[in-house]
């Protein structure tokens, strides 16, 4: 089983539609949780840190269940520019600090 | 936010010869650098933990002695892929962590193909 896991997708969207990703984690013990957005042939970039109580900025909101170990994003109104691959992180804080990826979800806002 | 380069973004070598790939911190010091090697849709792949003064950490499955990180100073890695072979080609990205906190910064990765 990988550590975490994504539906791959791909997701193809009208424009303004809403959107919604999920991911599950197999480790209890992961401390911090993210998404990051990668774009065609680039590095990933951190879209927004995921925290228990959930947590919106604009028109992402990310939610955490740690009890079924599952992180989902929702994307409200989405834009072309929104269009990426979207990774599922988490991160077992220690010494290490590492970082595991989800394979990610690919999606397509069509105009 | 902090800045991390990488050097160089594309290369192309021979089968046999050895790459080195550079990552900088350029704004900020970083004691601890990530290698990820991430193949056509998939996802990142932690290869190593490189350490400013010590010897890097290897994931399970990566071959030291192939894959060979030097973290001199605390503001670079260099990541040198020994006798390349094609299915070494893959995107090659770093990290680094930013002050003492948990957040990573990405390089903006080097595509190497072997051929």
């Known amino acids: 089983r990988k550590e975490v896991e994504q539906d791959p997708g791909p997701f193809n969207v009208p424009e303004g539609a809403t959107v919604a990703f999920n991911c599950t984690y197999s480790n209890s013990a992961s401390q911090s949780f993210f998404w990051y957005r990668q774009d065609c042939r680039k590095e990933p970039k951190l879209l927004m840190s995921?925290?228990?109580s959930g947590n919106e900025d604009g028109r992402f909101t990310a939610q955490l269940n740690r009890a079924s170990q599952y992180i989902s994003l929702l994307i409200r109104d989405s834009k072309l520019s929104d269009s990426a691959t979207y990774l599922c992180v988490v991160q077992v804080v220690g010494s290490a600090r590492q970082l595991t990826f989800g394979s990610g979800t690919q999606l397509t806002v069509l105009p | 936010g902090a800045v991390v380069s990488q050097h160089p973004s594309r290369v192309i070598c021979k089968s046999g010869t050895s790459v080195k790939i550079e990552c900088r911190s350029l704004?900020?010091?970083?004691?601890?650098m990530f290698w990820y090697r991430q193949f056509p849709k998939q996802s990142l792949m932690l290869m190593a933990t490189s350490n400013e003064g010590s010897k890097a950490t290897y994931e399970q499955g990566v071959e030291k002695d192939k894959f060979l990180i030097n973290h001199a100073s605390l503001t670079l890695s260099t990541l040198t892929v020994t006798s390349a072979h094609p299915e070494d080609s893959s995107f090659y990205i770093c990290?680094?962590?930013f002050g003492g906190g948990n957040e990573q910064y990405f390089g903006p990765g080097t595509r190497l193909t072997v051929t």
């Open positions: 995921v925290y228990s």
């Open positions: 990290s680094a962590l």
């Open positions: 704004d900020f010091q970083a004691t601890t």
